[in-house]
Every structure is written in C-alpha cells, then in structure tokens.
C-alpha cells in the first residue's frame, strides 16, 4: 500500500479527533480510536483496551477484530506474570514514546520475543504496533495493530500517525471515565464470586457476580469470561500467595473492583475472583487521578470529600493553611469548579462515590440500614 502524505496523515487524525470528541463511553472511544486508526494504518488483527491505571490491568476493551480467546491465557501469563518481554506493557508504560514496533524494538529479531514466539508467530502475524495511552504519569489504556505475514510492513508514516494518535485518544478515554452518571441502581450492592479451575475455565459463578460480568464494558466473541476476569485471575497466578486487584468501569456507570487469589492445593488449585462494588478509596483515587491531580492535590480533594476544614487539612497533611488554598485552587482549576460545595457535588453526584468513610455492612458486602433510635 503507498504511504501516506504528511497531509493526508493531519487531515485524517484532524477527522479521529472529532469522533474522539463525540465519544462518552470507553469502549466508544476505543471504537472510534481503533477505526480511525486502522483506516489510516491498516491492520488484520486490532483491539483496544482499557487498563487500571494503578495495577496495569485490563478493565475492559475493544476485541471483536483481536485475538482469538485460545491464545489469551497465554497472552496475559506473559503480560501480567512474566512481565519480561521486550514490549510488554510495563516496559511501553516507563518509555518516553508512546508508540512502538515489536521488529525495532527487537532490533530485527522477532524470534528473540516470547510474545512474538508464543503468540504472533503461531497466528500468522510478522509484526506488531503498540500504542500507549498515557498521560499525567498514568497509563489508561493500550491499542494493538498486528499485520499479517503477507500484509505490507509498517513503516515509520504508520509510526508517526500512531504516535500522533495517542495524546487525542487517550484525553478522550480519560474523559470518557468521568461522564458516566449516577448508579441507576441495577446491580445489587454485594460482591460476587467466580472460581476457576487450574486451567482457568469457569467452574461456578455466583448469580451476583453474573450480574457484574454482564456489566462489565467488553465486546468480544463467544461466551469467555470478560479479558478483565481473566487478566487478574492470570496475575494471581503468579506464585500461590499472590493476590491481584483491578477496577474496571461498568456499562451502568459504576466502579467495579475485582479481586483475585489462589484456593486449594497443588497439584490442581483452583483461582477465586471475587467482584464488586469498588472500595471508597479506590474510587476515590481513580475518579480523582482522571481529573489529572496530583498526588497532594488528591490528598486535599479527599480531605474535602470528609468536610475537613482548612486547619484541619493542614494538620492531617503536615504542611501550611496557606499551602492548602494553593492546592484546593489548582483542585478547583482542573476539576472545573470554583467552590469546595461545587467541588463534593460534582464529584458525588457524577460518579455516585460511596462515603469516604467505611458505612456498615453485612458479611455479604450490602449497606445495613442503620438501627433505630
């Protein structure tokens, strides 16, 4: 296929740009970001996924045109357990670039890659293109584009367009966590629970957790148990006392928290997962770093969200009223706001956050109503 023109690469990201900036949901945007993408550098393997920024985990993604569901159990021991290829994700996410070719960065030698050995190479595939989704020091997000042994190599236009892409995707993810709405109340307030056997097939589901994985954002073919189930079932793997967390955003707008570990003895243990409605801190922390704060402004936004007052924070933090103002003004500037109220409504009343402090519940997670007086 002929390269593409300069031109012709800044008028068709201009065109991403706008579906991006149309896009609400997660996997809309991933919709649109891998169409965009795959028009301007075509590919015959492609998918997008949305990873917790704090543990690297898939949430959810984009896979009708990704890998077929053999091969990821695989995939995800090399990803999330061994984590030591060349271009794993953890590599990609402490690199200054956010776009990378498996052939450059194996300088040529495909061979030398176990994800290449194990994965690429058996599906047929000579090449892989990976673009992160970065920003403020968080990842959110990963689109893969793998060309056949047949298919033209990708060339450094195909590099640029992908790295151009990046920044626009990934400030359109971000904002597409942060515009879901109010829990419309349609999953009970429990956990539930999914065990799977050695080989990480589906041995019995809770009818709760049922619920929770219809809600999980995944388009993808079969009936597999979601890649977000399966990525923190693989990395609790690991070792037998390893125990793996992620959080993933649901259809109907809420957080989701997943927790996984090892049940049982060798030499056929078994893989508990348990999902939920995220912990407040948890939520707290996910919805507060995609407003882009940092560290110490999400501390003093937290502190708010308790309705501490300005002395207060200072003394829980350690440093100056005066300080305080100086953050709660940056809080206000990149959240949108311009008052502590505005600040806990728009928090509270977009994302629906549980209160901060722990409320009573009963040993299968639900809110206890409080006894009379």
């Known amino acids: 296929m002929p390269a593409l023109s300069t031109d012709a690469v800044d008028r068709a990201l201009r065109r991403i740009g706008g579906d991006l900036s149309t896009a609400e949901a997660p996997l809309d945007v991933l919709d ?11 590919a015959d393997i492609w998918c997008g996924v949305v990873l917790d ?7 959810g993604g984009q896979h009708r045109n990704g890998f077929p569901q053999e091969t990821m159990p695989r995939l995800f021991e090399i990803e999330h357990i061994e ?3 060349v271009d794993s994700l953890r590599a990609l ?24 050995r194990d994965i690429l190479r058996p599906l047929g595939i000579r090449d892989e293109l990976r673009v992160v989704l970065r920003q403020g020091g968080h990842t959110w997000g990963l689109l893969v ?37 109010r829990d419309a109340g349609t999953i009970a307030d429990a956990p539930g629970l999914v065990v799977l056997d050695e080989h990480q097939d589906e041995v019995s ?13 995944e388009d993808r073919a079969g009936s597999a148990l979601p890649y977000a189930v399966q990525a923190v079932a693989a990395r609790a793997t690991a070792t037998a006392t390893t125990q793996a967390r992620s959080r993933a955003r649901t259809r109907s707008g809420r957080w989701a928290a997943l927790h996984a570990w090892r049940i049982g003895p060798a030499p056929a243990p078994m893989t508990a997962v348990a999902i939920g409605p995220a912990e407040p801190g ?27 007052s300005t002395a207060q924070i200072a003394t829980a933090l350690g440093i100056s ?9 940056a809080v206000f500037d990149k959240t949108g706001v311009r008052s502590r109220r505005d600040l806990i409504s728009e928090l509270f009343t977009r994302h629906y956050l549980p209160q901060l402090a722990h409320p009573a519940t009963s040993t299968d997670g639900r809110l206890v109503d409080p006894a009379p007086s």
């Open 32 to 42: 649109a970001a891998t169409r965009g993408i795959t028009a301007l550098v075509p």
């Open 53 to 59: 920024p704090s543990t690297l985990l898939d949430t």
């Open 83 to 85: 984590q030591d290829d």
């Open 93 to 116: 996410a402490r690199r200054p670039d956010p776009a990378s070719l498996l052939s450059n960065s194996t300088d040529g030698d495909l061979a030398s890659s176990k994800y290449y």
């Open 145 to 181: 584009l793998c060309r056949a042994a047949g298919s033209p190599a990708f060339t450094d236009t195909d590099l640029a367009a992908a790295r151009q892409l990046s920044k626009p995707a990934t400030t359109a993810l971000r904002r597409s966590l942060l515009l879901a709405g």
């Open 205 to 217: 589901v809770s009818p709760t957790a049922r619920q929770w994985l219809d809600d999980l954002p």
């Open 282 to 308: 948890d939520l707290a922390a996910i919805v507060l770093d995609a407003y882009g704060l940092s560290q110490r402004e999400r501390d003093v936004a937290q502190q708010v969200l308790l309705g501490r």
């Open 321 to 329: 009223e005066y300080t305080v103002q100086d953050h709660l003004k």
